[in-house]
């Protein structure tokens, strides 16, 4: 969610009826200003507990030698007058570090820094080498020097002679990010253009705090509506505003009082309420994180929405919508670029990748990137398997697979368009050979994207991909608890073929299960999967447990299938009214109430003792795709339909449309009715595994997709099978 004022529609401050405040701020607004800054003079661990002092939280510890906040101001086009404002209405004793970084002319000084001497109530500095940053003062580079931070000191670089875009911006908050984490802030003020984009999404990777000026009060608006259409800014605010919002963020920060759960204990602790609510709104269950990633990140959404304490945050997140989606954003960590780590891709291409193209004797090359977030990585593992297969002259097909769990990171992948900013990452080759150009956009070229197909998916809960040649899964683990860790390195190694490459983070690795791979690269985190006869244990699904203390209305008490005759009346009334065709009617656990029709091609009894569950009863190439509808359906989602499913019949495959509703209607309340739509297309035989031929690449992605999705589903039950054996 972002906090957001709108600002006067005057551009500046003519005039101001207090320090640091607007024209036309009346005495009921003031006396409301004051009061919230007495509040915010309380310590939040008192407001916290209810006025009992809690122990400071030592992940939000801002005191200590050296550690300070420092603030990476972006301007550009009519930046000026931001400026002047902004330094205007900052105290002389915010404890904070500023650094300005504009668009100059190298070719001549700036005059930048004697005037902001004239606003400033603070020492304002240009930087020489090595210079330690203090707090309370104002920094700017020579015009003909980029600005890079290490340890707090600054260190001036030439400036590149090289042709493209100058962002010097990025450059800046990268190294800040790196450096400073959780204490930085990125803020963005007028100016033409995207740079501070791309290094305002580094800054929110290491928990910052970004702050965009409101192109209401711009006199150009790019670079601070750029950074707002990432939906990662946290504050949109006028520049006079801006200061004393970034001094309440660092000065007051947000707690969580938190302890490991208790079986007995009655009362959840606040990171389970919160995680239980937002399982609930998101259908996502992030209790296998790491704590302190959570902690922390909660904690900074909690100060964003000033919020007094976690109860406080939970009733915010039941009110807003908006914020449960911000919160979502944080914990994803969804923040990607082209060819991460450059040597680690070059590796990939010169070492890894010609052995995989000359050992794949037919058929397409298969990669997986879970956790692509905006696709950047995906497309970069695409470009250079090209890259690679052009130089070996190799006509073989691939196919990359991107998957994610957020689906507007998902669709922003599919359109394939990324600002301009990605020069910086990008060579003028590889633009000018995969990448268009569309006003200030660059977009990857139709040849790539064809090859790239994207899907949500939740790592943690849905089937993987199989039979893959490289599966490329970086600095994701790294945010798991050891538990979701040990259960997904079992599944690459089922996922890939024997002799796939598994491509990890630099600071990630296969833990114990070393046995079942092979290192290919310590250095870069590469790994072969070996040919072993005893396979890693697999645990299906690897979803986590389910949220105790759920905050939602648990569903149905009464059982129908107690409710004898009445419930096969409500059921042919329900399919009278709905004319369908075979179904069945199950209730919450999946056992089947109810028969309608010839079900056999879709249903058959299961080996051993008789059940009636429904998903040990279903018939080759229909059990997952069944189990993850009856799993999506839900109050706001009554109705799954999946579409061209392909169900094996006595040596026949038939396409059906599968629809699974949520009933409504006493006694069948809460149950579920499967419904198989047979299609009118002819059966397809069954082929001998020697007659199949690998079939042609299809240009449009999405059917692509629904077949790779239930080729996987039919290996995904073959393994389960073969472990039940």
Known sequence: MVEKKRSPKKKGREEKGGKGEPKGTGNGKHSEQERAEQEDKRTFQERNSGGEAQAENPSRKRTGKGRFPIVGIGASAG?????????????????????????????????????LKKKAKIPVKLIQEALAAKPDTVYLPPSNRDLILKQRKFHLEKRPAKYGIHMPVDLFFKHLAEDVGDLAAG??????????????????????????????????????GSAIETGLVDYVLPPWEIPQCLIQYFKHPAAIQYKHADKDQKTPDPLRRILTLLANRTRHDFSLYKENTLI??????MTVTRSRNALDYLKTLHEDPKEVRALFQDLLIGVTNFFRDPETFAYLKQEVLPGLISGKEDGALRVWVPGCATGEEAYSVAIILQECLEEKESYRQFQVFGTDIDSHAIEKARHASY??????DVSPER????????????????????????????????????????????????????????????????????????????????GPHHDFFEQVSKHYNIFRKKNHLIHPQLQFPTASRKLEGSTQKQEADKEPEKLGPSLGRTVDKV???????????????????????????YLEPAPGAPTLQIADMAREGLRFVLLSALRRVNEENPEIREKGVKVKTNHEFQRIDLVVKRLNEPPLKNCRMVIFEELPQPAEIEQRPESRRPAQQDTRRVPELERELMRLRQDYRGAILERGA
Do not use: W
């Not at 600002?419 to 910086?424: G, T």
């Not at 199950?586 to 089947?592: A, F, L, P, S, W």
């Open 296 to 301: 922390r990140r909660i904690e900074r959404r």
């Open 79 to 115: 930046g000026l007058q931001a400026l002047e404002a902004f330094f205007d209405a900052l105290p002389a004793d915010s404890g904070l570090a500023f650094v300005v970084i504009t668009h100059t002319d190298p070719e001549h000084e700036s005059l930048l820094p004697e005037l």
């Open 575 to 601: 399919l009278m009214e709905e004319h369908t065709p075979a179904c069945v009617v199950v209730n919450q656990r999946g056992e089947i109430l109810h028969f309608h029709g010839h079900t056999g091609k």
């Open 187 to 224: 803020v963005i003020l007028s100016g033409t253009g995207t740079d501070g984009t791309q290094g305002l999404r580094l800054i929110k990777e290491k928990a910052g705090v970004a702050v965009a000026q409101d192109p209401n009060s711009a006199r150009h608006g790019g670079m601070p």
């Open 431 to 510: 633009l000018n050979r995969f990448f268009t150009r569309e006003d200030s956009m660059y977009r990857v070229k139709s040849d790539i994207r064809e090859k790239v197909v994207f899907a949500e998916q939740n790592l943690l809960a849905d089937p993987p991909f199989s039979k893959l040649d490289l599966l490329v899964c970086r600095n994701l683990l790294i945010y798991l608890k050891l538990e979701a860790q040990n259960r997904l390195i079992p599944l690459f190694h089922y996922a890939l073929r024997d002799g796939g490459i598994l491509f990890l983070g630099t600071s990630e690795g296969v």
């Open 419 to 424: 600002i301009q900013n990605i020069v910086s």
